[in-house]
């Protein structure tokens, strides 16, 4: 490794001499352009790279310069040494890739901070091994608090079946205890959380929501939808310091994986309370987009929170609502029932009526709404409320309205979302992960689950985001699972090309950021990821392995690895290259 790196040094002076030569060479050109107009030097440039901008005009550039958080020049090496003075810091990107910086559009990024304190069960394969890690879990939880687990799925356990609150009971039981699955739409408690909830064999379950029972009448602790809200709200909230350090660790996971900019859905008001104070203290690693429950929708716009709302790191301006659950749980919402469990359809949220009058009044009040869809019925809902908007609220088209994971679609909801200028928000690392897809819907049915290509094809807007914490904060794991993942039985696979669109220059145009960034050019900010390969060049199934060296946000450089930090060519090294050439 060492020798690697010295070798790299190596390499970045003799560079770096040679550049010096050609500036030399071109600096009574530069002398003479300055002269005219006296230039500011930059704050940092990047040379000897491979710039992709995804701009049509100049898809790939050597070198870039960033000044006052915006890229100011990009070009050849030479052009952009033009604008560096004595304090710029340059880098020698030794061949390096650079792509504007990626953006998360579906990420739960303060759940995620405060499950990363929970027990992580996401890789257990039977229900002894939940057990274990909730028992370890508990011993380092301060007594008479809530046990907390998260990531559950029951596909992944040999017993094929939902853990239940005796599994629970058997390792905690002096204590409330409650675990989510995966997908976050199903929930177990033990005894104590469902005495704590009230929860009996007469409980009758909130609408939209399930007790599971068992033969008896009995309730397992298994809570679907609206339901788990009856354990839920009694979990002490996360507040305060505790909170703001919990959303800082997931922010750094992000950041480090190439994210500068990531929508948060948020679902409690303390978690706008620290985003904002994280905002005024600048402690936001990356830029945040904030939606927002549509059960706030009456009073934030009351306050005038609209699109437009807020400034370059934080904004508030979507609202997000439900229309249905999830595929895993079998709470989707389809036109037929489940394959796999003839006896259902899956749950629904709200009526048409009432997700029309919410829609209605987002448009009015001048948001973006960001609808929760997965099965076709509720996709289907989720259209008709849109297009009933489109013909009464004339702002409606200009707000970008979108749909949340489309996963199970048909060509007639492709031409509908098309026709009613909706964005199809997909989360493409589903398509590794739900490989029970077939299974649920049956093999018809399942070509059209995550058509990205056909979605692209159609000419719809299509972003791309994780749904972090159910799948990784990673957007190369994304734009991975994109290209390579789909099995010819489900899902749909789009080239390298497309796939980074989704995590940039389509990302930028879902929040009507399209000429401030997602792509690199000159005035727009300097948000860029630096890459050790290039993801449209590499074997598709190695982009994965990609490695971000550094992640920029508005010019700050915001993650560096070791090996960025070593290609920093420092001022004194700078001018003894420049005397010895
Ligand atoms: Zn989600």
């Known amino acids: ?26 600096s009574t050109v530069a002398r003479r352009e300055t002269s005219a107009k ?54 020698n990107l030794d061949g390096a890739t650079v792509l504007p910086g990626f953006t998360d559009c579906h990420t739960h990024l303060v759940s995620y901070g405060i499950q990363l304190h929970g027990a992580n069960l996401r890789k257990a394969t039977s229900i002894s091994e939940i057990q274990s890690i909730l028992r370890k879990q508990a011993e380092k939880t301060p007594p008479g608090t809530w046990v907390l687990g998260y990531g559950w799925d029951q596909e992944k356990l040999n017993e094929r079946r939902f853990p239940n609150r005796h599994d629970l009971d058997a390792v905690v039981s002096d204590r409330p205890a409650c675990i989510t699955r995966i997908c976050e739409h199903m929930c177990t408690g033990n005894s104590p ?20 029972r ?30 703001r350090k919990a959303i800082s660790l997931a922010m750094r996971k992000a950041v480090s994986a190439g994210l500068t900019s990531i929508h948060c859905i948020v679902d409690q008001p303390q978690h706008v309370r620290a985003l904002q104070a994280m905002s005024r203290a600048g402690e936001l690693g990356a830029r945040i987009y904030v939606l927002i429950p549509d059960e706030w929708l009456g009073p934030a716009g009351e306050i005038g929170v609209s699109t437009g709302f807020g400034d370059e ?42 997700l029309n009058s919410i829609i209605e009044s987002a448009s009015r009040q001048g948001f973006q709404i960001a609808i929760h869809a997965i099965g ?41 979302i098309k026709q009613a200028k ?34 692209l094809r159609s000419g719809a807007t299509v972003v791309g985001g994780s749904d972090c914490p159910v799948e990784p904060i990673d957007p190369l794991e994304g734009i991975s699972a994109a290209v390579t993942s789909a099995t010819g039985d489900y899902g749909e696979r789009i ?61 700050r450089i915001m993650y560096g690895s070791k090996r960025f930090q070593a290609m920093r060519t420092s001022n004194e090294r700078r001018q003894l290259a420049r005397r010895h050439s």
């Not at 959380?193 to 599971?212: K, Y």
């Not at 849109?386 to 909801?413: M, T, Y």
């Not at 199809?424 to 995550?450: C, M, N, T």
Request: charged content about 25%; proline content about 6%; some cysteine.
């Open 1 to 26: 490794m060492a020798e690697r790196l010295s070798g790299r040094r190596n390499t970045s002076r003799s560079y770096l001499a040679r550049s010096t030569t050609r500036r030399a060479a071109t």
């Open 38 to 91: 006296p230039q500011r030097a930059a704050d940092t440039i990047f040379l000897n790279a491979q710039i992709i901008t995804l701009d049509r005009v100049r898809p790939q550039v050597q070198a870039l310069a960033i000044e006052h958080g915006h890229i100011a020049k990009i070009g050849r090496d030479r052009e952009v040494l033009s604008v560096a003075g004595k304090n710029t810091r340059a880098w």
């Open 193 to 212: 959380a469902l005495q704590l909830a009230n929860i009996t064999r007469t409980t009758t379950p909130p609408i939209g929501g399930v007790i599971d």
């Open 214 to 243: 068992d033969e008896t009448g009995e309730p397992t602790g298994v809570l679907r939808e609206n339901a788990m809200g009856l354990v839920l709200s009694h979990i002490p909230a996360v507040d305060g310091a505790e909170l």
């Open 313 to 354: 790191m934080l904004r508030i301006q979507a609202i997000k609502v439900f229309t249905d659950g999830s595929l895993g749980a079998r709470t989707a919402a389809l036109e037929s029932p489940y394959s796999d469990s003839p006896d259902t359809r899956g749950v629904l949220i709200h009526s048409q009526d009432k």
């Open 376 to 416: 076709d019925h509720a996709i289907a809902m989720a259209l008709t409320a849109i297009e009933k908007a489109r013909d009464v609220v004339p702002q409606c088209d200009k707000l970008r309205h979108r749909i949340e994971h489309v996963a199970v679609l048909n060509p007639d909801l492709i031409k509908r």
């Open 422 to 455: 909706v964005i199809a928000s997909v989360q493409p690392h589903f398509i590794p992960s739900d490989s029970w897809v077939p299974a649920r819907v049956g093999r018809e049915r399942a070509k059209l689950v995550y058509p990205l290509r056909s979605l």
């Open 495 to 555: 080239d390298a090309q497309a796939a980074i669109e989704l995590f940039t220059k389509n990302a930028a145009y879902a929040t009507h950021e399209e000429k401030l960034k997602g792509t690199i050019h000159e005035g727009k900010v300097a948000d860029l990821v630096v890459l050790d390969r290039d993801p449209l060049k590499v074997p598709p199934e190695q982009i994965r392995q990609i490695k971000v060296l550094a992640t920029v946000v508005g010019g």
